[in-house]
């Protein structure tokens, strides 16, 4: 399983670029709402304080909703573009991925130029992320992910974002690179020696600064010996050797190596 950050750390990050403003702040803590949040005609203070409060008490259901609202009643209002992200905001915190994901698009498609685009990038970036299983599984959602999270890079490099999407493309790039070992060793296991061989090459090629590089070279040292073309797995040996001189895969290379090619 690809690891998490602290909610506590996300959630500041990303409430850091929802600022509510000093009036509505102060009235947060107004009259209460009902759970209901059937269609009720209210102006827009007082609906935006209604789901201001609920995400403030951690109903983040019942915020979403209501911010939603705000946006239905009034979509004209300059707070109708606010109650978008904070809509998309209150279903992340409450892990629901996919409504917090159209939300933000919607808001993107809308107003693609706000200055909180960034930060619509970057939730949806986060909310594909969260939802990355571990490496037996498909593997749809950790690509949407690495590309949603690109993007934040791509389009805001020296944004607060920035920096926090790289380290998590880092991990999901080591996800990504988990999921061709776990078949390239399925077909080991198999003795399909070309199709293991192919899956190893892959991480070597395309995610060779990620954890699981050394052992890709020795499997792949494993494959070309099994398959007859001893050269071959001195290349790949050699390269480990080059790279990863202390690491035990390349021990484990060398024995092989010297076992089965000696003279290769």
């Given at each position: 399983?690809?690891?998490?950050?602290?909610?506590?750390?996300?959630?500041?990050?990303?409430?850091?670029?929802?600022?509510?403003?000093p009036?509505?702040?102060?009235c947060?803590?107004?009259?209460?709402?009902?759970?209901?949040?059937?269609?009720?005609?209210?102006?827009?203070?007082t609906?935006?304080?209604?789901?201001?409060?609920?995400l403030?008490?951690?109903?983040?259901?019942?915020?979403?909703?209501?911010?939603?609202?705000v946006?239905?009643?009034?979509?004209?209002?300059?707070?109708?573009?606010?109650?978008?992200?904070?809509?998309a905001?209150?279903?992340?915190m409450?892990?629901?991925?996919?409504?917090?994901?159209?939300?933000?698009?919607?808001?993107?498609?809308?107003?693609?130029?706000?200055?909180?685009?960034?930060?619509?990038?970057?939730?949806?970036?986060?909310?594909?992320?969260?939802?990355?299983?571990?490496?037996?599984?498909?593997?749809?959602?950790?690509?949407?992910?690495?590309?949603?999270?690109?993007?934040?890079?791509?389009?805001?490099?020296?944004?607060?974002?920035?920096a926090?999407?790289?380290?998590?493309?880092?991990?999901?790039?080591?996800?990504?690179?988990?999921?061709?070992?776990?078949?390239?060793?399925?077909?080991?296991?198999?003795?399909?020696?070309?199709?293991?061989?192919?899956?190893?090459?892959?991480v070597?090629?395309?995610?060779?600064?990620?954890?699981?590089?050394?052992?890709?070279?020795?499997?792949?040292?494993e494959?070309?010996?099994?398959?007859?073309?001893?050269?071959?797995?001195?290349?790949?040996?050699?390269?480990?050797?080059?790279?990863?001189?202390?690491?035990?895969?390349?021990?484990?290379?060398?024995?092989?190596?010297?076992?089965?090619?000696?003279?290769?």
């Amino acid at each position: 399983m690809i690891q998490r950050p602290s909610l506590r750390a996300t959630t500041r990050l990303l409430a850091a670029a929802l600022v509510i403003s000093p009036l509505l702040a102060a009235c947060a803590g107004g009259s209460g709402v009902k759970k209901d949040t059937r269609y009720v005609a209210r102006d827009v203070n007082t609906l935006y304080r209604a789901a201001q409060d609920r995400l403030e008490r951690k109903q983040y259901k019942v915020a979403a909703a209501l911010f939603d609202e705000v946006e239905r009643q009034h979509p004209y209002s300059p707070w109708a573009r606010r109650a978008q992200l904070m809509s998309a905001f209150s279903y992340y915190m409450d892990r629901e991925y996919t409504p917090a994901i159209e939300a933000a698009q919607r808001f993107l498609s809308i107003h693609p130029g706000n200055k909180d685009a960034p930060y619509a990038y970057y939730l949806i970036g986060l909310s594909y992320y969260e939802q990355i299983s571990d490496v037996t599984r498909d593997q749809k959602i950790t690509e949407q992910a690495k590309n949603a999270l690109g993007e934040v890079i791509r389009r805001y490099p020296d944004s607060r974002y920035a920096a926090d999407a790289r380290l998590k493309v880092d991990l999901v790039q080591d996800h990504l690179a988990g999921k061709e070992m776990e078949i390239g060793r399925f077909y080991e296991r198999s003795s399909n020696w070309l199709a293991a061989s192919i899956r190893f090459r892959e991480v070597t090629e395309k995610f060779q600064t990620t954890s699981h590089t050394p052992e890709a070279l020795y499997r792949l040292t494993e494959c070309y010996l099994a398959l007859g073309i001893p050269e071959e797995a001195k290349k790949s040996a050699a390269v480990l050797g080059a790279n990863y001189p202390g690491s035990k895969w390349y021990d484990r290379a060398y024995d092989l190596m010297r076992k089965h090619a000696p003279s290769a």
